[in-house]
């Protein structure tokens, strides 16, 4: 029977149970009367007496998760600086046609292969150019004898000037017609000079090592003289080009290591070449040119040119004030912590947070070295609630 109604109508109560001693007050009369209202009010209390052990003791508040609690540790932290940039070629080499009108026979690369600097990349037909050039050889040859018959003929002009056989104006024609002859042997040992490096040209060599990043040659093609035949990458070497801001480009040097990771690719490490003089004023970021190096040191095609990668310069290491990543709740776009009270229930307070190390975040500001802050079951508390902590 419920405590409430024996407590708030005992009267009721009372009539209720004197009515069910009918036979007995009739049998007995008006003692018997008085004994059944003093059995009545002694059953009564027996009954208050039995409901109220019965009643649950009032309950003390339980708590609403049970949770684990940790203090910020203090940490030597590496001091990174994030920039996002594309990945691009050191320095490209156009490789171009140095013959003009000559058809295109042989293209011995391809888009891809790695050279060496004067290796052969593509040949031109050279028929047309070996004719010239043995037709300048035979001038030139023709030349040589001409101005050999001219060298004997002022040999003996001078030999005999002094006797007067020749008179001066003849003496003068005869070593003008030397001077004369030789000028033709040097233009046609020039004219010769000109067709071997016309057939020189005929073959495209690479003018560095490297990888060939684009060709545009095709067997048969004519082209004219400066048509860009191939595009190389210079040493195979490739540089981030990182943009990073204003205001952190002060701490950046030559020599700084770098890491990267571009989009679907795997991770490379990086040095440092050159750090840009010049800010962008639009974008107000500047240029930090990183080689990428492979674990031996040399460069590699670990990604490719034109792709976009995000990475971190290694700027030096700092002191940093930690927490597990799991006790900082991030909500309406601010970071919260819930620091445990001496009466078990959790404050809600706001952080400003900074770096990221694995599972561990830095808080800057907004929380004491030796405050308790809850680590699991942060996300699902609200500020003020009591909890247990776990041991």
Same mark, same amino acid.
Not at 154 to 175: K, Y
């Given at each position: 029977?419920n405590?409430?109604?024996?407590?708030?109508s005992?009267?009721r109560?009372?009539q209720t149970a004197y009515l069910?001693f009918g036979p007995?007050?009739?049998?007995f009369?008006?003692h018997a009367r008085?004994?059944?209202y003093?059995i009545c009010?002694a059953?009564?209390?027996?009954?208050?007496?039995?409901?109220?052990?019965?009643e649950?003791?009032?309950?003390?508040?339980?708590?609403?998760?049970?949770?684990?609690v940790a /203090? %910020?540790q203090?940490?030597?932290w $590496?001091?990174?600086?994030? *920039?996002n940039?594309?990945? !691009?070629a050191? &320095?490209e080499?156009?490789v171009?046609?140095?013959?003009?009108?000559l058809?295109?026979?042989?293209v011995l690369v391809?888009v891809?292969?790695?050279?060496k600097?004067g290796q052969v990349?593509?040949?031109?037909?050279?028929?047309?150019?070996?004719?010239?050039?043995a037709?300048?050889?035979?001038?030139l040859?023709?030349?040589?004898?001409?101005?050999?018959e001219?060298?004997?003929?002022?040999?003996?002009?001078?030999a005999?000037?002094p006797?007067g056989?020749?008179?001066?104006?003849?003496t003068?024609q005869?070593l /003008? %017609?030397?001077?004369t002859?030789? $000028?033709?042997?040097e233009s *046609?040992q020039?004219?010769? !000079?000109?067709? &071997?490096?016309?057939?020189k040209h005929t073959q495209?060599?690479?003018?560095?090592?490297?990888?060939i990043?684009?060709?545009?040659?095709?067997?048969?093609?004519v082209t004219?003289?400066?048509?860009?035949l191939f595009?190389?990458?210079?040493?195979g070497?490739?540089e981030?080009?990182?943009?990073?801001t204003a205001a952190?480009?002060?701490?950046?040097?030559?020599?700084?290591?770098?890491?990267?990771t571009?989009?679907?690719?795997?991770?490379?490490?990086?040095r440092?070449?050159?750090?840009?003089?010049t800010i962008n004023?639009?974008t107000?970021?500047?240029l930090?040119?990183v080689?990428?190096?492979?674990?031996?040191g040399?460069?590699?095609?670990?990604?490719?040119?034109g792709?976009f990668a995000?990475?971190t310069?290694?700027?030096g290491?700092s002191?940093a004030?930690?927490?597990p990543?799991?006790a900082v709740?991030?909500?309406d776009?601010f970071a919260?912590v819930?620091?445990?009270?001496?009466?078990?229930?959790?404050?809600?307070?706001k952080?400003a947070?900074g770096?990221r190390?694995?599972?561990?975040?830095?808080v800057l500001?907004?929380l004491?070295?030796?405050?308790p802050?809850?680590?699991?079951?942060a996300?699902?508390?609200q500020?003020g609630?009591l909890?247990?902590?776990?041991p």
């Amino acid at each position: 029977m419920n405590i409430s109604f024996l407590l708030t109508s005992p009267y009721r109560y009372l009539q209720t149970a004197y009515l069910h001693f009918g036979p007995f007050r009739s049998a007995f009369g008006a003692h018997a009367r008085r004994s059944a209202y003093s059995i009545c009010a002694a059953f009564y209390l027996t009954m208050v007496g039995a409901a109220w052990a019965a009643e649950p003791a009032k309950s003390s508040p339980r708590p609403a998760l049970t949770v684990t609690v940790a /203090t %910020a540790q203090t940490s030597n932290w $590496a001091t990174k600086i994030t *920039a996002n940039g594309n990945i !691009a070629a050191w &320095q490209e080499a156009s490789v171009g046609s140095e013959s003009n009108g000559l058809k295109l026979s042989e293209v011995l690369v391809q888009v891809g292969d790695t050279v060496k600097a004067g290796q052969v990349l593509a040949r031109f037909a050279n028929e047309t150019l070996l004719a010239d050039l043995a037709q300048a050889q035979a001038a030139l040859a023709e030349a040589k004898a001409s101005a050999a018959e001219a060298k004997g003929n002022a040999d003996r002009a001078r030999a005999l000037q002094p006797t007067g056989v020749f008179s001066i104006q003849q003496t003068q024609q005869i070593l /003008t %017609a030397e001077q004369t002859a030789a $000028a033709r042997v040097e233009s *046609a040992q020039a004219v010769v !000079a000109v067709q &071997q490096l016309r057939l020189k040209h005929t073959q495209v060599v690479a003018p560095d090592s490297g990888l060939i990043s684009a060709r545009t040659a095709t067997v048969g093609a004519v082209t004219a003289a400066g048509t860009e035949l191939f595009r190389l990458i210079r040493q195979g070497r490739l540089e981030w080009q990182a943009e990073v801001t204003a205001a952190e480009l002060p701490a950046l040097r030559a020599g700084m290591k770098a890491s990267l990771t571009p989009v679907g690719g795997t991770a490379v490490e990086g040095r440092v070449r050159m750090v840009a003089p010049t800010i962008n004023p639009q974008t107000r970021n500047g240029l930090v040119y990183v080689d990428l190096l492979s674990n031996a040191g040399t460069s590699v095609l670990l990604v490719r040119s034109g792709s976009f990668a995000r990475g971190t310069f290694d700027v030096g290491s700092s002191s940093a004030l930690t927490l597990p990543q799991a006790a900082v709740v991030m909500r309406d776009g601010f970071a919260w912590v819930f620091v445990l009270g001496s009466d078990q229930r959790v404050r809600q307070t706001k952080v400003a947070t900074g770096r990221r190390n694995g599972d561990l975040v830095e808080v800057l500001k907004g929380l004491a070295p030796t405050e308790p802050v809850v680590v699991q079951g942060a996300g699902f508390l609200q500020d003020g609630d009591l909890v247990k902590v776990s041991p």
